[in-house]
């Protein structure tokens, strides 16, 4: 047995690979993942969110470039150590002033704040105030700034992180209760089938959009409301296709076999058919996964998803949509572009896999 399940995922492994296209959403998702992880430390702004606002260069094209003058904060900021800048960035330790320009006399750096094309103040700080090794630094924002001129780039690469866990979370809870609910309906038929039948078709009658709303509004805005709210609504597909996959099995020789032997029902199904289903519900999570991370958009995009100051896709868009027809489209289409391309990842993955596993009829 162990060897030919062996043999069967070192062939569906084989077929996989040979599908360009699930290889490239593979390595999309890959790069995805370890941009999600080293979030911060890949970030040209590693502040918490990404949210450093400089309102003097707000929405600004891709490109841009700009001299900071980097004064020192009143009080005392310490360093955050490795593993806090991994979860949730460190704090800046100075203020980032926009210049047009500067010179040194005696004790004193002389500037001119810009304020606007044109612009500017005069003003001057003592050295003691400044950065000692570089008080001046230069920094190039590759996709522009929005509204509050914060760095694009920087809160497209900390939303992977949101994308990302919203996929995750959804498939977890979605595959729990799928899994549960959808064997137990399939193992055991009669009434037990009627009644969670019954319960998934009611679910399966509400649209998916609303009943998130519903949820969301149950539960309050916030960052693991979403999760909640999107996997409690995810999980009837996966229940659906795992009652027809045991209704499948049950009768095989092999839960035959388990009965004969005295086994419980529980062990025969989580040790014995579950992992002979598992290839459609890979394909299904696949497809959920990417399903998430749209719903997870369109909920920010309306403003009861993700709150500020945290950097979700669908809420940059929201931010920023309005740029579209005027003179800066990248502060939209940057995260509509991310959004595309993950989620094309995702079914194209899903896809490999239905064919790799060998599926397509039985979905």
């Known amino acids: 047995m162990t060897a030919t399940s062996t043999s069967f995922q070192q062939a569906a492994w084989r077929r996989l690979r040979k599908n360009k296209g699930a ?12 941009v999600a ?7 040209p702004d590693d502040s918490s969110f990404a949210n450093r606002q400089i309102l003097e260069i707000r929405t600004q094209k891709p490109g841009f470039r700009q001299s900071f003058l980097k004064l020192k904060k009143e009080r005392l900021i310490t360093a955050a150590n490795i593993f806090t800048k991994m979860i949730s960035g460190s704090e800046d330790k100075y203020l980032y002033i926009p210049i047009a320009g ?6 004193s750096l002389i500037v001119q704040k810009f304020i606007d094309d044109g612009l500017s103040e005069r003003q001057a700080y003592h050295v003691s105030q400044l950065d000692e090794q570089h008080p001046v630094v230069t920094k190039k924002f590759l996709l522009g700034t929005d509204g509050y001129g914060r760095d694009i780039l920087s809160r497209l690469i900390i939303g992977t992180r949101i994308s990302l866990s919203v996929g995750f979370i959804t498939v977890i809870i ?13 193992y055991y038929r009669g009434k037990t089938d009627d009644i969670i039948m019954w319960f998934i078709n009611v679910i399966w009658s509400i649209p998916t959009l609303l009943l998130v709303f519903a949820i969301t509004l149950a539960l309050g805005k916030g960052f693991w409301q979403v999760f ?11 229940a659906r296709l795992v009652r027809g996959q045991v209704l499948a099995v049950r009768e095989l020789e092999y839960v035959e076999a388990t009965r004969a032997l005295g086994f419980s029902n529980i062990r025969t199904i989580v040790r014995h058919i579950w992992p002979n289903i598992m290839g459609p519900v890979m394909v299904i999570a696949a497809s959920n996964f990417a399903s998430a991370i749209v719903i997870e958009a369109g909920l920010s995009f309306l403003g009861i998803g993700v709150q500020p100051p945290q950097p979700s896709w669908g809420l940059m868009i929201k931010e920023n949509y309005n740029f579209i027809i005027t003179q800066n489209p990248m502060l939209a289409l940057a995260p509509g572009f991310a959004i595309m391309f993950l989620v094309l990842a995702f079914n194209l993955l899903g896809n490999g896999l239905r064919d790799a596993l060998n599926v397509r009829g039985r979905i």
């Not at 992880?37 to 970030?43: C, D, K």
């Not at 500067?102 to 004790?107: A, C, I, L, M, V």
């Open 37 to 43: 992880v080293f979030a911060y430390f890949i970030s």
């Open 228 to 238: 909640i709210a999107v996997g409690l609504t995810m999980w009837v597909n996966v």
């Open 23 to 34: 290889i490239f959403g593979l390595v999309i998702i890959s790069l995805a993942v370890l």
């Open 102 to 107: 500067s010179e040194t006399k005696g004790d």
């Open 174 to 186: 979605s595959l729990s209760i799928g899994l549960v609910l959808g064997s137990l309906a399939g």
